[in-house]
Structure formats: structure tokens, C-alpha cells
């Protein structure tokens, strides 16, 4: 007999994204072409005046040790960033570089929660922030949000009914993965006021914040007020935006005095972020703004693509997101639940999308697909969509 993992450790479950690309990985060995509306990662290649910064850092021997709070130069353009895309003072010490958003996630919610404690999570919410709070000691408490018209909206009334004695934070993600929505400043006040009330952290997921579309405008909880402020706690990274996933560098903003904390619990679960990739960072801040903004227009293109495409299905709704590069389609509810609709797509037409269903059950009949990913691509899991959707369910 072995001895027993820890019971934190065994209540985690396997990501529905990852499973659903090892299941088609299955299916390319076999034969079979996929298409991958599934996975939340950009198409792009890394901005080249990132490319070279990391090749220059690795010439010059960059590779040493750097402070746990982050490379002090790439704090300073972090702090400038932050300053001008929400109108507010930040500064240098409110910055912690963590290993992406992961990262950044990990080290609030091990700095806020004490275990018995609740976080409220509005639902449908992106799947790790449960494990996230469950590492932590405490407990995910999910708040389902309604819709009108298929369009996810944040009311604070539910909020407000699942604060218990021992609620201790919510956690918010704007733009919204998966439903694609970007909250309004009055959805956002709504959320901030339940919080001031009840003497709660706002942990904002703000990873999504350069991927706008339209006229939607990205608003941070941290710019409501100085009170709102005081008790906001952001967490984002450069994977989306930037397209470096695979880089592995995100960061934390805080107040001054909750981001020491910070820092010293980032000294014990990583040291540091990467150096290198720190002094390849501080040029996706210096340079990098016309690309992402040529990535964004990009996927703007393919929203318009995708969600049209989605439509013309007979039975499905789709909102254009304001946000991400996620659409989420509203399914019929005599289709059944969506993981059985995303494994028969899987399955019969070699198209991966997320089910709604691994976002909560309040989104059980709606899917998640990503057009990160090229357009002949869509147009093509389109084509195949409309050739199994509706006719597989008819008569149901």
C-alpha cells in the first residue's frame, strides 16, 4: 500500500479543453483531419520586436535570478500600461510578474483565503478558477448569471443573495470567458457595491483586456473609485494579446501593501518568472501596441465570420461577443446537454468545441468555439457543422 495524496490534490479534475484535444489527437492518428475551435490560444506568431529582446537577453547572458517582484524595468512599463489603458495611478510596487495569469491567480488566492473559506464565482466561469480556490483551502461557491436573447449578463442580485459569513472574495473575468460579453461600468459598479457592502476582494481576471471589438470598452473594477480600488486585486498576462502562450509570463496588480505580500509567497512558488522572457516582455509594452491592434482587427474579421456562420444554423443562437475571441452559441435544449452534442461533433464531424457545460450548468446548452484560429479554417468546421447541425436532431 502506497501513501495517500492529499485530498486538495485528488478533488481536481482534468481540463474539458485538454481532454477534448487528447481525444482528438486520438482521431488524427487514426486518420482523421480536425478542426480545433476549442483551445483558447492564438494563432499569431510573437511579435518580432519581442522575438529579438529574447534572443538580445539570452546573447547578453540575462539568465540570472531577478527580484521575485519582477524585473524592476518591466515593472515600471507594466505600471505605464496599467496607468493609461484605465486612467489611473499605478505604480511599480503595485506589480508582481508571476508565470502567466496561472501564476497570478495561484499566488491572490493563496493570499486572500483561509480554508472555510467561500469565493464567489459567477457562472459560467472559466473552469481553473474553481481548482484554483480549492488549492487554496476554500471553497467555489457558483453564481449563475440568466440571459436574454442568449446574451450572458452580470446581475448583482444573485451575488448578493450568496454572500454568506464566511464569503470572502469574487472572483470576476472581464472580458468574459466564455460567454465573449465585456462588462459595462454599470454591470461592474453593480458587482463593486455587493463587494463594499459586504467587506469582500475583487479579483479581476482582466487576460482579455486588448481583445475588444466594436464599440465595447474595456472598464477595470480598479477604476470605480478609490474605495472600489482599494479592494481590487487584477490578475493578466501577455498570452492572449501578445500570442505568448507558450511564454509563460503574466502579472498581478495590487495595492502597495497587498502586493509585498504577494511577493513573498511568489519567492516560495517560483522564485521569479523566466528572466529572459521578463526582458523580452518589457519590449511587448515598449513595442508591441501595432500588432496586437493588427491581431485585433483580425479577430474581429473572424467574429464576424464565425458568429454569421453560426446563425445560418437552424436552432442555434449567437450573440457576437464584445470580447475574447470566443463565440458562445446558444444550443436548443432538446439537443441535450453539451458535452454529448460536443462529442458527437467530435466524433461525426471532426470539430472540437467546448462544451458550455464545463462552465457551469446555468451554459449546459451552450457551446464555446474559438476563432483564434484562420479563417478558412472556420469557414471550414462551419461547413462541416452545418452538415450534421440540425438534421442529427430532428424530430427530437
Not at 480554508?115 to 484554483?132: A, H, I, K
Request: aromatic share 8%.
Amino acid at each position: 500500500m502506497s501513501p495517500q495524496l492529499s485530498k486538495l490534490a485528488q478533488s481536481i479534475h482534468e481540463s474539458t479543453v485538454v481532454g477534448m484535444r487528447r481525444q482528438a489527437d486520438a482521431l488524427e492518428a487514426g486518420g482523421n483531419t480536425i478542426i480545433d475551435f476549442g483551445i483558447g490560444e492564438p494563432d499569431f506568431d510573437v511579435p518580432e520586436p519581442i522575438k529579438a529582446a529574447a534572443i538580445k537577453a539570452i546573447e547578453d547572458g540575462r539568465s540570472r535570478y531577478v527580484d521575485p517582484r519582477g524585473l524592476a524595468e518591466l515593472r515600471e512599463v507594466i505600471a505605464a500600461f496599467q496607468t493609461h489603458q484605465h486612467g489611473i495611478a499605478v505604480d511599480a510596487d503595485q506589480i508582481v510578474v508571476t508565470p502567466g495569469s496561472y501564476g497570478a491567480l495561484s499566488l491572490l488566492t493563496r493570499a486572500i483565503l483561509e480554508p472555510g473559506d467561500e469565493v464567489l464565482v459567477m457562472e459560467p466561469c472559466w473552469g481553473p478558477y474553481r481548482g484554483l480556490v480549492l488549492l487554496s483551502g476554500a471553497t467555489p461557491v457558483a453564481v449563475p448569471m440568466a440571459t436574454s436573447q442568449g446574451r450572458f449578463a452580470a446581475d448583482p442580485e444573485p451575488l448578493r443573495a450568496a454572500v454568506t459569513p464566511r464569503t470572502r472574495a469574487i472572483i470576476l473575468n472581464s472580458p468574459w470567458n466564455p460567454t465573449g460579453r465585456v462588462l459595462s461600468a454599470a454591470e461592474l459598479a453593480g458587482i463593486a457595491e455587493v463587494a463594499e457592502r459586504h467587506d469582500l476582494w475583487i479579483i479581476a481576471d482582466e487576460v482579455y483586456s486588448q481583445l475588444v471589438f466594436g464599440d465595447a470598452t474595456h472598464v477595470s473594477a480598479a477604476s470605480l473609485g478609490s474605495e472600489v480600488a482599494k479592494r481590487t486585486l487584477i490578475a493578466t498576462s501577455l498570452s492572449k494579446a501578445y500570442a505568448m502562450t507558450g511564454w509563460r509570463l503574466g502579472y498581478c496588480v495590487a495595492p502597495s501593501q497587498v502586493a509585498s505580500v504577494l511577493a513573498r509567497l511568489n519567492q516560495y512558488a517560483t522564485r521569479c518568472a523566466t528572466s529572459l522572457v521578463q526582458y523580452a516582455a518589457v519590449a511587448a509594452f515598449t513595442d508591441g501596441a501595432p500588432y496586437v491592434e493588427t491581431m485585433r482587427q483580425e479577430y474581429s474579421r473572424r467574429r464576424d465570420v464565425m458568429v454569421a456562420g453560426l446563425n445560418q444554423i437552424e436552432g442555434i443562437l449567437c450573440p457576437p461577443p464584445e470580447g475574447t475571441f470566443y463565440a458562445f452559441p446558444q444550443i436548443p435544449e432538446n439537443w441535450g446537454d453539451s458535452r454529448d452534442v460536443a462529442e458527437f461533433l467530435l466524433n461525426q464531424a471532426g470539430v472540437i468545441v467546448t462544451p458550455g457545460s464545463a462552465y457551469g450548468d446555468s451554459s449546459r446548452h451552450h457551446l464555446r468555439l474559438s476563432f483564434a484560429t484562420s479563417t478558412p479554417a472556420i469557414e471550414e468546421g462551419l461547413s462541416r457543422l452545418r452538415e450534421v447541425l440540425p438534421a442529427h436532431y430532428a424530430g427530437l
